[in-house]
């Protein structure tokens, strides 16, 4: 591998350049910044040099050759503005207008339209064109991308990113010669986490975003770079906002290039969930609950209101009768100003991990230093094992990397209770019924265990591996090194302490590399700042303990507990009991029916901040809005309060400061030995519902944009079991029935999927909302007679 | 003159597909001479060279060269493919050899295959040729009821499957990397190259694309000898050729003649022009190539070289002859209506070039024309020609180009007029 | 999802052999020939029978419907029992290829592309059959040759066609 690489000397336009041989002369071109003018070529895609534009004179060929898919030669003579090169691409500009609407007036890629930029630089400025033009029907691709497939010139980019990236076959060229048409047999939308990146890959107005429709033109807008704030991968982005007179309004999201993180692209969720951001639900005032009537104040009153009750409760009956729940997507400046105010107030009750439930096993899980190396790296390894995690949903430009390494080769396992189609095949899909999760995978530790010649313990000795699983297990211990990706349906399952240590001690004996993947964008930054219950002088009360006692002053910020939290019914019992002060950036009526005290606060886009994703990567951003109306920076709002309270040290200049100090101020995290757990929970054999998060239902932000909503909400109030569960309830097909639970009907869709394990129902969000904790549920078709 | 020396042969016999027949006349000598080691590969590459024999499908690509640039001894599957296409208009000459001498044509693909080392065989047929699939087949059959074609042949330890197969409609199938497309399922795209088919072809295999009439030829100039062949024809053209002569003639029909044959003699075995009318002119080699004047045309010789001093070529061998009565402008518009139709739209100036070209003559021909229309036809052609993928941009140039080299006062005429020179009101 | 839908056996039996001629690991390969097998047994193709076919081969909807659209033997639309198909190429045409176009408009009472009432022609002009020598050529049903076309013989062959349904 490491042969001295001989270099290939050529020259374009009379520039010398050198390069490696089975380089093109696009490619060439491009490295030394001389731009020779394409359509259907992009740097990410397969070259199939079929627009033409990027022809170029080529000294000793008798015609010009498309720079895209010629490659280099020693002492090969390039010219890309010779006359007869000019020739060319003015042909091939006059042909690919001919049938073009130019309808740039109205189109939303006039600003930014390859074919408007290269038909200015390379084009003839008049056409002798003068018959009728080609009209093609539209496509109706969802609710996300915008066509207007007139304007279309037959790139295929968005066929090949389809099939090249994405992992889905839906779009196609059809028809041929001058009836060509690029579009899809499909009547209802692209089936993709990445169906977005269509817009900014195709070269005219064809696909454009349907949100941003006529909304607004490129050339006036703002640019800030920002961080995709819903996942783990914090994707680079850019925010383009415009004057609207008195305000900056947000026009839309687009990649910012970063190989190392997104590359150039972006998932549908942080491209579209800006919708959400200027949102009329959007906060704008301090709000107090007075005899039952809220009340909007001043900034002045509510930050000594709150320093006030936060004093008397303390002072009263101490710091761990107050406790602070924080989103997983807050920043950095956040997580580490609320447990400092809160620590100083003598409480360690402080929370991110909101959807889990066992935290037995705390003091073994390394929260913080999660994922080593690079995301380059994952595309390298030969073997990637998904744990309960559906990284297509919730990551999906880390599910991109494990997809670019599957399609070179490697090995995917899959072991989950509910899956749903990869854009790649997988080596192994095993199913496990919710309940049944901790005997499986001790099955595939004894398997693991048996292969490795290791003593099997104890508690594992009686979960004789089956052949299914002794399968998985010879596939993951083919391979020296690998990932195991253990995502939500572990980190949320009841179980979660002993699941978690098996798969710890098959990481270890297999020398594969283990990464729970982060919630949210900012989970790590959580942990890193210290919102851990356990990282104080004493140790105060993880989540689930603070919902088993009863909290005088409980702080949530940025999060709604309905959507955030799990089995709500109880939570909400004890927020009832709880004076409760929501820092938050959107108003409900459920929040006003639980909260004492509403606090504006900003979302990302309205305040600097820094995330840090599943490599550790920090990464910073500043505020690419004004605060929209009366709203203020969370971590403001917190040092104002500490301030009022005159504790030490809250007087930050500016958020810098706030970096400054926690990036010189480390918690000490003194990890446990994994140890696997004495018994080992068999399930109890029968049926069992796990909800099914919806990656567009995350944070508010997402669940106030409306075109993600609009994907997000058919799955509200769906079912999803097998034939064989189906079969027990007599559903043959899939259609309307009726959920039964205690005394209650509720009327739900029923989706027959064998993707989903044995014994497990997978309920939608508005129906798991109203389910209490291990309750047993019915199912009946209504079809029945 | 002698007729049907070659990929004809047969056509005088009683049942001339049959395997008797084929036998009869010396069919598979050569092949199971190859079986036993008594000819190498490298002869046959030799022989074909010295008889050399161009390429018939249209390129005219020497096919020994051609055969020549697949390594033999490289590990893994390679192919050999069969264009079996036949849509060029005007060209009606390889669906003969499949339906009269089907044996023969393995026999050339057999000897082609082993030659390159390829395995595996490929005759694609175009979609309408059912009569033709279903004669391969028998004759496929009846070959490796001989122990002829299959595995293990004769006991030799080679192999060779040959499977027939069928198109679905799409003249740029005849394009040889459309065709691999097409075989593994697709749309008929031809391929940017390079890579070339011998190095990344079938399936990313190494393949060979060779045409009926070529392959067909292969038999005979091993059995008779390269030189027998090559003295057939003339110096730089070897061997016979297959006419299909259509048009304006008494007996449009096929004949397989020697190369080198006077355009005048050939129009005589195709009983002359029709009612005696004067012969204005002739696309000599398949709608693609240029149009050449009846006076010229009959002073010139049917061979690469003679169609070439006339400014043309002898292309798939579709000679398609025009009398006095026909309407320079019409025909030019169907032969571009055609062009439109099968254009495979994946290159800009093609897909948007010919419809715009027809258009142009669509109106022209409705009496909306306008006398610079004829310099913008001339203009739009040439934007075509050497910017696309495939030589289908030349094929559309080229008779866009010479009608109106030849016949421009036609062309200007009617522009100005609104109504055909020839023809009248 | 328990709807099932399912070709006729005699297709997919041809399907299955035609499979054999290509690598296994290709099932592509087979979809032209399968969509033929298809419109053959069914008269057309509906996107029913494509989703059928791509559900049949393992592939994406989208790799069959793009191939269904390219050739131009497929009959995305339903069709007349017998198709016409008259070429209009170039020696054809020379041959007087048009007046007989339109002598079958006037006889079948029917415009290019359409499909008699009865449900019996559909007349389609087709490009270059190979038949220049015996032109005017046309195809019934793609794959039968008529050949050296006079009205004449289209009068005969449409009556004798009509006469064959009546019997």
């Known amino acids: 591998m490491s042969q001295i690489e001989e270099k290939i000397t050529l020259f374009i336009d009379d520039q010398c350049i050198k390069c490696s041989p089975g380089t093109t002369i696009i490619e060439a071109a491009d490295s030394v910044g001389i731009y020779i003018p394409r359509f259907c070529y992009h740097e990410k895609l397969s070259v199939v040099a079929s627009c033409r534009m990027c022809l170029v004179e080529v000294e000793k060929a008798p015609k010009t050759l498309p720079a895209c898919a010629t490659p280099v030669a020693n002492d090969m003579h390039v010219y890309t503005r010779s006359q007869k090169a000019r020739q060319s691409q003015k042909a091939v500009m006059e042909f690919l207008l001919i049938n073009h609407p130019l309808d740039c007036p109205i189109c939303d890629q006039g600003g930014e339209c390859e074919l408007q930029d290269i038909a200015m630089g390379y084009g003839e400025g008049v056409s002798k064109f003068t018959k009728d033009k080609r009209v093609v029907y539209d496509e109706n691709l969802g609710p996300l991308v915008e066509t207007d497939m007139t304007r279309c010139i037959h790139c295929t980019r968005c066929v090949r990113f389809g099939t090249e990236i994405a992992g889905i076959e839906e779009l196609g060229a059809l028809k041929r010669g001058n009836h060509m048409n690029i579009g899809t047999y499909l009547k209802k939308g692209l089936k993709s986490e990445l169906s977005g990146n269509v817009i900014d890959i195709c070269p005219v107005g064809a696909l454009t975003s349907k949100p941003y429709r006529f909304h607004g033109r490129s050339w006036g807008f703002s640019q800030h770079m920002s961080i995709g704030p819903h996942d783990c991968v914090g994707s680079n982005t850019y925010i383009h906002s415009i004057n609207n007179g008195n305000n900056l309004d947000i026009m839309r999201v687009v990649p910012r290039k970063n190989d190392r993180v997104n590359e150039t692209w972006l998932s549908d969720r942080d491209r579209f969930s800006y919708e959400g951001i200027q949102h009329k639900k959007r906060l704008t005032h301090p709000l107090v609950k007075k005899n039952g009537q809220w009340k909007e104040v001043s900034w002045a009153h509510v930050i000594s209101y709150i320093a006030d009750c936060l004093k008397q409760v303390t002072d009263s009956k101490g710091g761990q009768k107050i406790a602070a729940l924080a989103h997983p997507s807050s920043t950095c400046e956040e997580f580490y100003l609320l447990q400092k105010l809160f620590r100083q107030l003598g409480s360690n009750n402080l929370d991110f991990r909101l959807k889990e439930s066992d935290f037995k096993d705390q003091y073994q899980i390394n929260y913080t230093t999660n994922l080593s190396g690079s995301f380059e790296d994952i595309e390298q390894s030969r073997c990637i094992t998904l744990i309960g995690a559906n990284t297509r949903n919730d990551q999906p430009m880390l599910n991109h990397r494990i997809r670019k390494s599957v399609l070179s080769g490697a090995d995917c396992i899959r072991i989950d209770s509910h899956m749903s189609p990869m854009n790649f095949k997988t080596t192994h899909d095993f199913l496990t019924p919710h309940d049944e999760w901790s005997s499986n995978l001790a099955q595939l530790l004894h398997a693991v265990l048996d292969i490795k010649k290791q003593p099997v313990p104890k508690s594992i000795q009686i979960h004789k591996p089956t052949d299914d699983i002794t399968k998985l297990a010879k596939t993951i211990c083919k391979h020296k090194s690998g990932y195991i990706f253990v995502g939500k349906h572990i980190m949320h399952h009841d179980n979660a302490s002993s699941m978690r240590a098996i798969i710890q001690t098959i990481a270890k004996e297999t020398n594969h590399t283990i990464t729970f993947i982060s919630e949210g964008a900012n989970a790590v930054g959580g942990a890193k700042m210290g919102m851990l219950p356990y990282l104080g002088k004493t140790i105060g009360l993880d989540k689930e303990a603070i919902f088993k006692n009863t909290m005088s002053i409980l702080w949530l910020h940025q999060l709604d507990p309905e959507h955030d939290m799990t089995h709500y019914t109880e939570v909400k019992n004890k927020l009832e009991k709880s004076f409760v002060i929501s820092c938050n950036a959107y108003d409900s009526d459920e929040l006003r029916s639980y909260a004492d005290v509403i606090i504006p606060a900003c979302t990302f886009a309205e305040m600097s901040g820094t995330f840090i994703n599943l490599l550790g990567q920090q990464q910073r951003f500043h505020a690419a809005l004004p605060p929209l109306g009366d709203s203020k920076a969370g971590w403001k709002i917190i040092a104002a309060i500490a301030q009022t309270m005159q504790l030490n040290s809250f007087n930050y200049p500016h958020s810098q400061a706030v970096v400054d100090e926690f990036n010189s101020n480390h918690f000490e995290f003194n990890y446990q030995e994994n140890t696997l757990p004495e018994t080992i929970d068999n399930g109890n054999g029968h049926h069992s519902w796990v909800s099914f998060d919806h990656p567009f239902n995350v944070d508010g932000i997402t669940r106030h944009a409306k075109a993600l909503q609009e994907v997000a909400k058919e799955d509200d109030w769906i079912i999803r079991i097998n034939s064989h569960v189906a079969n027990y309830y007599g559903i043959d097909h899939d259609g309307a029935a009726t959920l039964s639970f205690g005394t209650q009907n509720i009327q739900v869709f029923v989706i027959i999927d064998e993707l989903i394990a044995n014994k497990t129902i997978v309920v939608g969000k508005e129906i798991a909302t109203l389910l209490p904790k291990n309750c047993k549920i019915e199912l009946k078709s209504n079809h029945d007679k | ?425 | 999802m328990n709807n099932k839908r399912e070709f006729d056996s005699s297709v997919t039996k041809k399907i299955d052999t035609w499979k054999k001629k290509f690598p296994k690991e290709k099932p592509e390969s087979s979809i032209i020939m399968s969509l033929r097998f298809i419109q053959d047994h069914y008269g057309w193709l509906s996107d029913k029978h494509l989703d059928m076919l791509a559900d049949y081969l393992d592939l994406a909807p989208i790799r069959v419907y793009e191939v269904a659209s390219f050739y131009s033997m497929y009959h995305r639309k339903p069709v007349g029992k017998y198709v016409l198909g008259i070429c209009g190429s170039i020696s054809c045409m020379l041959r007087g290829s048009e007046p007989l176009l339109h002598h079958l408009e006037t006889k079948l009472d029917i415009k290019l592309g359409d499909t008699t009432k009865d449900g019996l022609f559909t007349l389609k002009e087709v490009e270059c059959l190979a038949s220049c020598t015996k032109a005017p050529a046309m195809v019934v049903n793609g794959t039968q040759y008529v050949e050296d076309l006079t009205p004449e013989s289209l009068d005969k062959l449409v009556d004798n066609l009509r006469q064959g349904e009546q019997t």
């Open chain 2, 1 to 425: 003159m002698k007729q049907n020396l070659v990929c004809y042969r047969t056509f005088e016999e009683k049942s001339p597909s049959s395997f008797e027949t084929y036998k009869k006349l010396n069919g598979y000598s050569t092949w199971e001479k190859l079986l036993k080691g008594k000819m190498k590969p490298s002869d046959v590459i030799d022989a074909i060279k010295a008889a050399g024999l161009m390429g018939r499908g249209g390129a005219g690509f020497p096919t020994g060269l051609k055969m020549s640039f697949i390594n033999r001894d490289k590990e893994g599957q390679k192919y050999l493919v069969c264009n079996s296409d036949e849509s060029e208009p005007g060209t009606s000459k390889d669906r003969f050899i499949m339906q009269k001498n089907p044996h023969q044509l393995i026999e050339g693909m057999a000897i082609a295959a082993y030659t390159m080392g390829a395995t595996v065989g490929y005759n694609y047929m175009r979609g309408e040729f059912m009569t033709e699939f279903e004669s391969c087949e028998k004759a496929l059959k009846e070959a490796k009821k001989a122990g002829l074609i299959g595995k293990n042949i004769l006991g030799t330890g080679i192999d060779f499957e040959l499977i027939n197969i069928i198109g679905a409609g799409a003249y740029i199938v005849g394009e040889e990397t459309a065709m691999l497309e097409s075989i593994e399922g697709k749309r008929a795209m031809p391929r940017f190259k390079p890579p070339f088919p011998a190095n990344y072809g079938l399936y990313g295999k190494p393949t060979t694309v060779n045409n009926t009439e070529s392959l067909a030829s292969i038999p005979v100039i091993l059995d008779k000898g390269p030189e027998w062949f090559k003295k057939l024809g003339t110096e730089k053209s070897g061997g016979t050729k297959i006419f299909s002569v259509s048009g304006h003639v008494a007996k449009p029909g096929v004949f397989e003649i020697p190369m080198g044959t006077p355009f005048k003699d050939l129009l005589e075995l195709a009983g002359g022009m029709l009612d005696s009318r004067g012969c204005k002119a002739v696309i000599p080699g398949g709608s693609s190539m240029k149009i050449v004047p009846g006076k010229i045309m009959l002073n010139a010789e049917m061979s690469y070289e003679g169609m070439q001093s006339v400014g043309s070529a002898i292309g798939s061998g579709g000679v398609i002859v025009m009398d006095d009565r026909t309407c320079m402008v019409e025909a030019l518009a169907c032969v571009i209506k055609f062009y439109e139709d099968e254009s495979c739209g994946q290159c800009t100036p093609c897909r948007e070039g010919t419809n715009w070209l027809h258009q142009n003559l669509r109106d022209i021909l409705a009496g909306k024309g306008n006398i610079k229309d004829v310099d913008l036809l001339v203009e739009i052609a040439g934007k075509i020609e050497g910017k696309t993928i495939c030589a289908f941009g030349e094929a559309v140039a080229w008779p866009v180009q010479s009608f109106i080299e030849h016949f421009r006062d036609e062309f200007e005429f009617y522009c100005k007029n609104g109504y055909s020179k020839v023809k009248g009101k």
